[in-house]
């Protein structure tokens, strides 16, 4: 074996090769400008974390995971530095000291042996790239929903966690709650009859979440934003305020408006219930409010509606109020509704009533979402929101999405993944990336 | 030539013209709906200006006559030809992009000379990449590779990533000349291709790259090569491909490789899955190890299973944990007695995985055994155990519990009583009213709470015993629970106290009268309003108190009047209190009474009210509402040092709801707020509203 060869990954990429080499999958990236320490010797039996992404929800992750106490976070990413540097100081000062690393770019983070697993906090077209690299560098992963931005990027993510035997958790929450996993229980088991139709309420608009709505003027890049890194595989668009962090969910190039931010909650308790987590619809069509002027162009209103091979007919709706907002499953003797705030309800009545008995399906018990993930990478058992489930939670969601954009029934099938007979649609299943970034498939 | 002449021909061509442009604009689709050409030549010509920033209209326009162009390949041959013009035109970058965009969904290989000229160009090669990966055809192919050799840098390894998206079989020894590049970054990039195409064809090239190459380079042929193996998994040439992974489990493939081509060898082996995994189980290195046992949920037969789970003892306590888990997720019972023993291992983690284990794997004999951990101290160990108890599955599991109770002792009885809750064991309930009547307060108190889940109405005679022979004021409070719980499972709504009120006629016990009058009003059966109406003038005060409590926990604003006259008129100090704070929570409930109807009601209630908890109740029943007056009802009492924190609380609630229809009433509270709380946490909140509003 040469030198070189026994040179570690995190090593080659502290010399700087390695950044330079890793840009045929990855761009040539800014120089490491990171202050990367050394791993701090940690406390026996526990598991190493990094964060890749920390602003919103990539913090409100983090911090979940800081609450446990066999984590142990080691090192923050992001390509905002005021992200960044927020994040580390709520590392430090859980653990009263001041080694969190902090890294500009997450192939450095990947690249430390030390580092188990990573929680992935990131806009919806950066989903794809780091979940994929984590998986080839063996780190198991904590993502976000929805599982992916294109249909195609999914199972090439499922693909990669499967490959390498990595668990994965998504951020698929209302799993893990009593009221969700019990209403999907008593759906599963029968209470209320065949079901043959469900109502999935999700929110609609776009939501002002950073208060950056309108202020939509090309400017330079804040100095603490590297946007074009921020840009990354979408394709490129001059900076605006309006255009980033929260908001950018609300551009179709960089996110999927709110039916995308909530397919992967509502639409997947939905799927639990019923039991088809592992196959998709096959018919799907619906209508969608684009709006024709102004930056945000994702859906504000819509309302879209699949067949699965069941014959159950699932509908996902913003903006009409006579979907309820939640998951209604409605069968031949009754309904089931649930939603957040630990909510359920359902007629008969007595229906919440019923025990899910021992010979009954349970369905499974999480203990808590970020602690499931935790004791699944202890246990190398299944997470309650995997890979390959996430990505079914999300397919509806893609598929809605083409067929309201191009107005018509697309037809759908779910064993090979493939649009039947309509080659435009067909195309819309990937996205292409802005060079030098590319996705493993 | 004459203007005779000149005009004739002018005529003549202006007739040719307007035919021509009759039959070429308007063009039918597959769908029978006109696309009108002209419409989009015009819309062209606008979004030649088009830059980033402007009005979209015109691109939305472009969008929704394409649509209903549909899939006739005429039509959209003809469109096709309009953006290929627009592409060579002067249009402006955010243009292009956009018509590339839409001829990735539309274009054919008719377009590709012209994408062929922007590939090249490293300003406008992304877009002209973003059409040419969508369209099909060999002919896209031909130009990625010719483009390789007239491009560099970035450029080139965009066009590398597009023929590996392409998975361009065809394209495997061009690739092959790039993964020896001196850039490193390109040779990673048609690595990473021929990984995407997978091809055994890109195998001696992977193999060539892997023996010269080092760090990120050669870890990225080693993935692609895995991928090879994959693909020849997938297509079912099996020795192929378990050749291709034993070449990559060596000590110097890194880690995360060897894991992916161990478990690519797991799965391409067939019958011998099984020994491969046990051997690995037995001798391989740790990362493996952990992946072996993780797929013992993957093998295909199970009859290494048991020789399998013979090596738990010999593991480190966090495999341990990982195999008992994995067995329990097969669910095969042929390895019960190696979980039962590890039951009882030194290490608690492992102690913890063997009971939960047997969620699954137990059976009836081990009703014992779990019961008595469920008793045990350790609270995870216990609760553990009574999770498992509550699924153990069988025909005889019931009644085993059932009948292990009368001989268990207390702790144990306990636990075996609640698995029956759990359980929904309703054919326990016999024997949990014997129960009942256990000298051991914990047994007897247990029995009485599941009860609640477990008797139906048929047993309301007997649950109404247990109630008025209860021998404390803990297990009252308990059946009190318990008998409503059931009375509330009568199918007859408007009758669920009928024998709750015939028992209180029978019943001469006070306290025993009591109980009753309590679960008459947490019932809400309007039978009862009468009776406790008539129990608040009775002269003994503590039954006067039990119907202020009835009252107070009636389910619906019914009894509001009759709370409000004792918390206005009676000269106990008790008395007017608990029927003030009834008074106040039944305000809360729902009811159609309009809002400043209820603002009123707490307005009185804030007048009698003598101290500063009810006071604060009020204050919190104001926040549920939504509407200005109760907003200003709230604010006026914040200068009331005594209630600010609640007044401000109640305030911020009541703004956050009614904010979007209200902001300027919102905005006012909210600077108040902001200029006079010494509540840090709520400022900010309160500074995070106002940003919305503005």
């Known amino acids: 074996m040469t030198d070189n060869k026994k040179m570690d990954r995190r090593e080659f990429f502290r010399n700087g090769a390695g950044l330079a080499i890793a840009a045929s999958v990855f761009p040539t990236i800014v120089p490491s400008t990171v202050f990367a320490k050394s791993a701090a010797v940690l406390p026996g039996n526990k598991i190493t974390m990094g964060c890749i992404g920390v602003g919103w929800q990539g913090t409100s992750n983090m911090n979940n995971f800081l609450k446990e106490p066999d984590v142990r976070v080691v090192a923050v990413c992001d390509v905002d530095k005021d992200h960044l540097e927020n994040a580390r100081n709520l590392v430090n000062k859980k653990y009263g000291n001041q080694d969190c690393a902090v890294y500009h770019d997450f192939r450095e983070l990947l690249a430390r042996d030390d580092i188990d697993v990573v929680s992935l906090g990131l806009p919806d077209h950066w989903h794809a790239i780091p979940a994929i690299a984590a998986a080839e560098a063996g780190k198991d992963i904590y993502g976000e929903k929805p599982f992916s931005h294109s249909l195609v990027e999914g199972r090439a993510m499922c693909n990669a966690v499967k490959r390498y035997d990595r668990i994965w958790q998504t951020g698929s929450w209302q799993r893990s709650q009593s009221n969700f996993r019990f209403g999907s229980e008593l759906v599963r088991n029968g209470r209320i009859g065949k079901v043959h139709t469900v109502e999935v309420g999700l929110p609609s608009g776009h939501t002002d979440f950073a208060g950056t709505k309108g202020q939509d003027k090309f400017t330079t890049p804040p100095k603490e934003l590297d946007y074009n890194f921020w840009v990354g595989p979408a394709p490129y668009l001059p900076y605006a305020k309006s255009h980033v962090h929260k908001n950018w969910r609300w551009m179709l190039q960089f996110g999927g408006g709110q039916l995308m931010d909530w397919v992967g909650h509502h639409l997947d308790i939905a799927h639990w219930g019923l039991g088809l987590e592992y196959t998709g619809p096959i018919e799907i069509e619906g209508h969608g409010d684009y709006p024709r002027d102004g930056h945000y162009d994702t859906a504000t209103k819509y309302r879209i509606h699949t067949k699965y091979a069941t014959g159950v007919e699932i509908i996902i709706a913003g903006g009409y109020p006579e979907i309820r907002g939640g998951t209604k499953w409605i069968g031949e003797d009754g309904w089931i509704w649930v939603n957040r705030g630990g909510r359920i309800e359902a007629e008969p009545k007595s229906v919440l009533q019923e025990k899910i008995r021992p010979e009954d399906i349970h369905l499974y018990h999480s203990p808590g979402h970020w602690r499931n993930f935790i004791d699944c990478v202890k246990t190398r058992k299944t997470a309650i929101a995997p890979a390959e489930v996430a990505h079914r939670s999300a397919t509806p969601g893609h598929l809605g999405q083409i067929a309201m954009l191009l107005e018509r029934k697309i037809y759908f099938n779910p064993d090979t993944e493939e649009i039947i007979g309509d080659p435009e649609a067909s195309r819309m299943l990937f996205n292409s990336m802005r060079a030098p970034w590319n996705v493993k498939i | 030539m004459n203007q005779k002449s000149n005009s004739r021909i002018f005529v003549i061509a202006l007739v040719c013209l307007l035919t021509f442009s009759f039959i070429n604009v308007t063009v039918a689709s597959a769908a029978s709906q006109k696309v009108d050409l002209h419409k989009i030549d015009k819309l062209l010509k606008k979004i030649r200006k088009y830059k980033f920033g402007d009005s979209r209209e015109k691109l939305t326009e472009l969008s929704a006559v394409l649509r209903s162009a549909g899939n006739s390949p005429d039509v959209l041959l003809q469109i096709e030809r309009r953006f290929d013009n627009f592409l060579n035109s002067k249009a402006t970058f955010a243009g292009k992009q956009f018509i590339c965009h839409k001829l990735s969904l539309i274009g054919s290989e008719a377009s590709v000379p012209t994408l062929s000229k922007l590939l090249v160009d490293p300003k406008t090669s992304d877009m002209a990449r973003y059409a040419l990966e969508r369209i099909p055809g060999a002919k896209v192919n031909e130009t990625l590779v010719a483009a390789l050799s007239q491009t560099s840098g970035k450029t080139r ?228 155990a009574s999770e498992s108890l509550s699924l153990l599955r069988g025909n005889d599991v019931d009644q085993t519990i059932i009948m292990a109770i009368p001989s268990a002792d207390a702790k144990v009885k306990v636990a075996l009583i609640n698995s029956l809750g759990a359980r929904d064991a309703t054919s326990a309930v016999d024997n949990l009213l014997k129960s009942t009547n256990d000298p051991d307060q914990k047994v007897s108190k247990a029995s009485i709470k599941v009860l609640a889940e477990l008797a139906s109405p048929k047993y309301m005679p007997q649950l109404l015993d247990v109630l008025v022979n209860c021998k404390s004021d803990a297990e009252r409070n308990d059946a009190i629970m318990t008998v409503t719980n059931v009375a509330h499972k009568i199918s007859d709504e408007k009758n669920q106290a009928a024998d709750v009120i015939a028992k209180l006629e029978q019943v001469q016990d006070k306290d025993a009268r009591i109980a009753l009058l309590r679960v008459l009003g947490k019932v809400g059966d309007e039978h009862a309003l009468p009776i406790l109406k008539k129990a608040l003038r009775n002269e003994d005060q503590d039954v006067q108190i039990a119907a202020i409590r009835a009252l107070s926990d009636w389910p619906t604003a019914n009894p509001i009047n009759d709370l409000l006259q004792i918390a206005k008129t009676s000269t106990n100090t008790r008395n007017q209190v608990l029927a003030l704070r009834g008074f106040i929570r039944l305000i809360k409930l729902e009811s159609d009474r309009p809002e400043k109807e209820s603002i009123a009601l707490y307005q009185q209630a804030m007048a009698l009210a003598k101290n500063a908890g009810e006071k604060r109740m009020v204050l919190s029943g104001l926040g549920e509402l939504r509407t200005v007056a109760a907003l200003n009802a709230a604010m006026g009492y914040l200068p009331n040092d005594e209630l600010k924190t609640e007044a401000e609380m109640a305030s911020f609630k009541i703004v956050r709801r009614l904010r979007r229809d209200h902001p300027k009433d919102a905005r006012k509270a909210l600077q108040k707020i902001i200029s006079t709380t010494k509540n840090e946490s709520l400022k900010k909140d309160a500074e995070k509203e106002l940003q919305r509003i503005k």
């Open chain 2, 157 to 384: 390894i965009g066009i590398i990533n597009s023929l590996g998206v392409r998975k361009d079989a065809m394209a495997i020894s061009t690739l092959g000349q790039f993964v020896s590049d001196s850039d490193a970054a390109t040779a990673t990039a048609a690595l990473a291709a021929l990984g995407n195409i997978a091809q055994p064809d890109a195998a001696s090239i992977l193999e060539n790259a892997i023996a010269t190459t080092s760090g990120q380079v050669r870890v990225t042929a080693l993935a692609s090569y895995l991928k090879v193996a994959d693909n020849l998994t997938a297509s079912g040439k099996l020795k192929d491909a378990i050749s291709v992974y034993e070449k990559l489990v060596g000590p110097d493939v890194p880690a995360s490789i060897r894991v992916a081509a161990f478990r690519g060898q797991f799965k391409a082996d067939g019958d011998g899955a099984g020994s491969y995994l046990l051997k690995v189980i037995k001798y391989g290195d740790p990362q493996v190890k952990k992946v072996a046992i993780q797929l013992v949920r993957e093998l295909p037969q199970k009859d290494r299973l048991g020789q399998i789970a013979a090596e738990l003892p010999n593991l480190c306590p966090k495999n341990k944990v990982q195999l008992i888990t994995a067995l329990a997720d097969v669910g095969d019972h042929s390895v019960r007695d190696v979980v039962l023993k590890a039951t009882t291992d030194e290490n608690k983690n492992v102690r913890l995985a063997a009971i939960k284990a047997l969620a699954s794997l137990g059976e009836v004999v081990d009703v014992e055994l779990l019961a008595k951990i469920a008793a045990s101290a350790d609270r995870d160990e216990s609760g553990a």
